[in-house]
């Protein structure tokens, strides 16, 4: 008689899948060997179906049942060392399962303890007590309903499975308010805006009001406070003097605080001065004071004249915006320095290159861009709004290291339609963003797990071979994204700035303004299960504070396995790895494992910016991307940076000096809150997944 039923640990009856069994013994086997066995785990499987069809004759087994007759299998072949992987593997389950017991949540995905705190703390809807009434599937169900309720009756169910599929797959995430909002009462999407700050006290305050309620619905906020007169120019309605742009910029950081966007999400704000506003030198050193402007990232809009004058150690002159006329001239280096000196001590500000950004958007007929979202990664006009979503590039690579090109160009076409769907689908906080938004339709299609896909093709991050496979992997997903659109624009109608694009300039229709953004990935990554965005893995092997009281050691998937398969692998040699987080200074670890296993503070600062470049050459949007330096780094080493990124043509630059900053999300042996000395192990906050390791850059923004 032939097992058709198999009781699960919480009581329910299900069809019995020998698949399972046969998937378990080559986790097994790889955890042993570095490698699958299919022929032995079938065989093994089918070993224990017969055993199970005669001792359950007319009875269900239950799973545990199953998991013993497969360890009776395992011994009873000699194959203990497999049997003994078995039993920690069942075991560290069993464990696993208890902790998740306590977040009060079904696991229907098989995700990660971190994953499932991470998504019953921000993502999954909740009753009036707070109590969690939805598990993984269904959020990524009512999320794909609701999006594909913007498509025709013909096609919505067809649309409605294919985004299920890839989100549940997660081949496909996309940002965290959509995965909030979509299908609630809220229903707002986005993830990025850009706000408007005018010249005047009724202005100033209504993008205040702007930004709260951008806020309260779980968005971050861009301003460019370059238009505000300087402090002590003349106020001639008052007769007084005015008190300039960061003065007002302490408005909007208390704003924010008191916010908190409702708890799920911590409200995020991107400040941005053009570099000739009189008041520069005052907004580059305003966070060197502790405290000062917890809910700001910052950067300076440097211009190719202000560049020009640094690497050719000019003068230029500092404009009053309300007059438009020079104030005085200054040395470009000594403000360039003070630039990177600040941003050595504490990690901003950074650079937008206005200019580029300019040069380079598809729609700069239609306006003037001077602001970005609180990463940097989307420059957006006033009043816009974007979209953002991103591929696991894990998940196109095979057990030969290969890239399933055609799953991935097929995984472009769903993304970007989901994408251009949200538009439709959204809730806007205001009717300004709504016409504005819907007048341009931006989307932003980008990546992560990218160190993961490094890894498992046994590539290092910091070599030329890396980053050519990051433009091409880039350069095919802008193509795909650009033909999809294209045929979305031909199928739905182009977004109606359409013929003041410079898209009209070789398509004949295009859904949307823009399409591809590369954004740090943050929570998603987690729920991933991968590394964040394009950054490389922050740490091999560290402990994860997943919740008060559980700590757990996460050692890289795709180390473990290498180390396995190569015989080196050990207990002791994680736990050391654990201390220092790098594999670069063990011996015991062969040179060309060491060579693809590096980590963000491993990897020469001129790595980092050639990646970020590699990416951002076929990114109409922009790139986020931390260049992450080591705690005895010197400011030269920041000047180096920004001005590679400036050469290179990036729109935009961000560095992080380990230890820069009093608190931090990831602490690594020898440095803590600033100062030198000693760590038992690297830990991890537990929604940090790689980028920058300060609480104040926004790691769950998208």
């Not at 965290?176 to 010249?199: K, R, Y």
């Not at 600040?342 to 500000?349: H, L, Q, S, V």
């Amino acid at each position: 008689m032939v097992i058709e039923k198999v009781e699960k640990r919480d009581g329910r009856i299900v069809a019995f899948d020998p698949t399972k069994i046969k998937e378990a013994v080559n986790k097994a086997l790889f955890a042993v060997r570095g490698a699958r066995d299919d022929a032995l785990s079938s065989s093994i499987a089918s070993e224990v179906e017969d055993l199970l069809s005669k001792r359950f004759k007319g009875r269900i087994p239950h799973v545990e049942d199953i998991q013993d007759e497969v360890e009776n299998a395992l011994i009873r072949r000699g194959l203990a060392d497999i049997a003994k992987a078995y039993i920690i593997y069942r075991k560290k389950r069993e464990e696993a399962r208890e902790i998740k017991n306590l977040l009060g949540v079904a696991d229907d995905l098989k995700l990660s303890l971190n994953a499932l705190r991470v998504l019953q703390r921000r993502y999954l809807l909740k009753d009036e007590r707070g109590r969690t009434i939805e598990t993984p599937k269904q959020m990524f169900r009512r999320v794909a309903r609701a999006i594909a309720s913007a498509e025709s009756k013909a096609v919505r169910q067809r649309m409605e499975e294919a985004f299920y599929d890839a989100m549940t797959s997660l081949r496909f995430l996309p940002n965290s308010p959509t995965l909030m909002n979509a299908g609630t009462e809220l229903g707002q999407l986005s993830a990025c805006f850009v706000i408007p700050v005018e010249d005047s006290l009724q202005g100033i305050f209504r993008a205040v009001e702007n930004m709260a309620l951008i806020q309260q619905s779980g968005g971050g906020t861009g301003f460019s406070f370059s238009r505000l007169r300087p402090s002590g120019d003349v106020v001639r309605s008052t007769g007084g003097v005015a008190s300039g742009p960061v003065s007002f910029m302490r408005v909007f950081d208390t704003g924010t605080d008191v916010i908190k966007q409702g708890g799920r999400r911590r409200g995020a704000n991107m400040g941005i001065l053009r570099v000739d506003h009189p008041d520069i030198m005052e907004f580059i050193t305003c966070k060197r004071n502790p405290g000062a402007f917890q809910n700001f990232n910052l950067s300076v809009a440097v211009t190719d004249e202000f560049m020009e004058a640094v690497l050719n150690d000019d003068e230029y002159s500092l404009i009053n915006p309300r007059t438009g006329k020079e104030v005085r001239s200054v040395r470009a280096n000594d403000v360039f320095d003070l630039i990177c000196m600040t941003a050595w001590e504490t990690g901003d500000p950074g650079l937008i290159f206005i200019d580029e950004i300019n040069r380079r958007h598809p729609l700069r007929q239609v306006g003037e861009i001077e602001a970005t979202n609180p990463c940097g990664e989307q420059p957006l006009l006033p009043y816009e709004s974007c979209n953002l979503g991103s591929i696991n590039l894990e998940k196109f690579v095979d057990e030969r290291g290969e890239v399933g090109w055609d799953s991935l160009r097929e995984t472009i076409a769903v993304s970007v339609r989901f994408l251009d769907d949200v538009i439709d689908v959204n809730k806007y906080p205001l009717p300004e963003i709504e016409r504005m938004t819907k007048a341009n339709r931006k989307i932003g299609l980008g990546v992560m797990g990218f160190a993961d896909m490094l890894a498992k093709m046994e590539i290092p991050y910091n070599s030329k071979d890396g980053l050519r496979l990051g433009e091409k992997i880039m350069g095919f997903i802008f193509r795909e994204a650009v033909k999809a659109d294209e045929e979305l624009g031909a199928e739905k109608g182009s977004f109606p700035n359409f013929g003041l694009s410079t898209w009209k300039r070789k398509h004949s229709s295009f859904r949307n303004g823009t399409v591809c953004t590369i954004a740090p990935t943050g929570t998603l990554s987690i729920i991933a299960g991968c590394s964040s965005g394009i950054e490389p893995f922050f740490a091999i092997v560290f402990v994860r504070n997943v919740m008060e009281g559980t700590r757990l050691v996460e050692i890289n998937p795709h180390f473990e396995a290498v180390a396995r398969k190569r015989g080196f692998y050990s207990r002791d040699l994680m736990m050391k790895i654990a201390k220092e987080g790098s594999v670069a200074q063990m011996g015991e670890v062969p040179k060309d494992v060491r060579e693809v296993f590096v980590t963000a503070l491993d990897i020469e600062p001129e790595w980092h910016v050639r990646m970020q470049a590699a990416f951002q050459k076929y990114c109409d949007n922009a790139v986020a991307k931390t260049v992450n330096l080591p705690h005895n780094a010197i400011a030269k080493d920041v000047w180096d940076a920004y001005v590679l990124a400036y050469k290179l043509k990036c729109k935009g630059i961000t560095v992080y000096r380990y230890g820069s900053r009093p608190t931090q999300v990831l602490y690594v042996s020898g440095i803590r809150e600033g100062r030198m000395q000693e760590a038992e192990f690297v830990s991890a906050d537990a929604e940090f997944s790689g980028g920058c390791p300060a609480p104040v850059c926004p790691p769950a923004m998208v």
